[in-house]
């Protein structure tokens, strides 16, 4: 079949079962495979397939129709202008948390020396990360309960070249931490557990429960976390903390109850209060 026609096919296949953007994802997965860019994918529409081809391209857009998310497909997702693998035990990355990025950054002046950060619930490790890419003194912590998580991790870390200043192990949120550090960074579970059965199947089959729910309210590892940061961040150090829809009043009143000051919110592109933020006084 040719190029062109086979792409028609599967663009139609990906409508019919309600993908979102049918043409992007099979002009991605099909690139994908032919190991070429867009320009390389439209320059010879009229080009004959092998069966080989056609036969790859096919099996990936039959995943897709299952509603795999395309990154988890091609098995990694860009962040911050990184690229982070994921396993089954990780979410993917997305465009929302880069949200606390931006905001830690406007915030936090450029440290000229040795700066700690902990990210609690590090997941593929792509907000320690990014801010490694950031600041090239900075070293961190990345801490998250699923194994698997941490081995992805440190597989990241290692790709990227940042295993000389990122150290990642499994636990229970900040259990057992006794190091203290000058930012805090959290992308915790914030779906309330009642709410997991509506969202889109690419989140919701595919992406790791135990890293989405967070309980009736969604707000349970908020309450854990913290009443425990006041002992492992340092003086004047800042906490960064995504949230979900309509949850930044209450975590900004948990941070505001545990004695942290200059607590603030930050709206991502959509408008929504996506990062609660505070620091630590003297």
Not at 235 to 258: D, M, N, R, S, T
């Amino acid at each position: 079949m040719r190029l062109d026609q086979a792409l028609q096919k599967f663009q139609r296949q990906l409508a019919h079962v309600g993908v979102d953007n049918p043409s992007l994802d099979t002009r991605l997965l099909a690139s994908h495979v032919l190991n070429c860019d867009r320009v390389g994918l439209i320059a010879n529409p009229e080009r004959d397939l092998t069966e080989m081809e056609f036969g790859q391209i096919e099996t990936l857009i039959n995943r897709r129709a299952q509603r795999e998310p395309v990154a988890r497909i091609l098995g990694e997702r860009e962040f911050w202008g990184l690229s982070f693998a994921m396993n089954e035990a990780t979410l993917e990355p997305r465009p929302d948390s880069e949200t606390l990025i931006q905001a830690a950054l406007n915030a936090v002046s450029k440290p000229e020396d040795t700066f700690s950060i902990l990210d609690l619930g590090t997941g593929t490790g792509c907000l320690l990360l990014a801010f490694l890419s950031e600041w090239p003194l900075a070293t961190g912590v990345g801490i998250d309960l699923s194994p698997q998580a941490v081995a992805q991790a440190t597989a990241n870390a290692d790709r990227l070249g940042f295993s000389d200043r990122a150290t990642f192990r499994s636990g229970n949120w900040a259990e057992g931490t006794t190091q203290s550090f000058d930012l805090i960074i959290s992308n915790p579970p914030y779906i309330p557990s009642a709410d997991i059965k509506c969202l889109q199947k690419e989140v919701k089959l595919f992406d790791p429960i135990r890293a989405l729910d967070g309980g009736k309210d969604g707000l349970d590892p908020y309450r854990s976390i913290i009443p425990k940061l006041a002992n492992i961040l340092n003086p004047e150090g800042f906490i960064f903390f995504e949230v979900g829809i309509h949850q930044a009043p209450k975590v900004a009143q948990y941070l505001c109850a545990a004695g942290f000051l200059s607590v603030t919110t930050t709206r991502d592109l959509g408008g929504i209060e996506r990062i609660v933020h505070a620091r630590r006084g003297t």
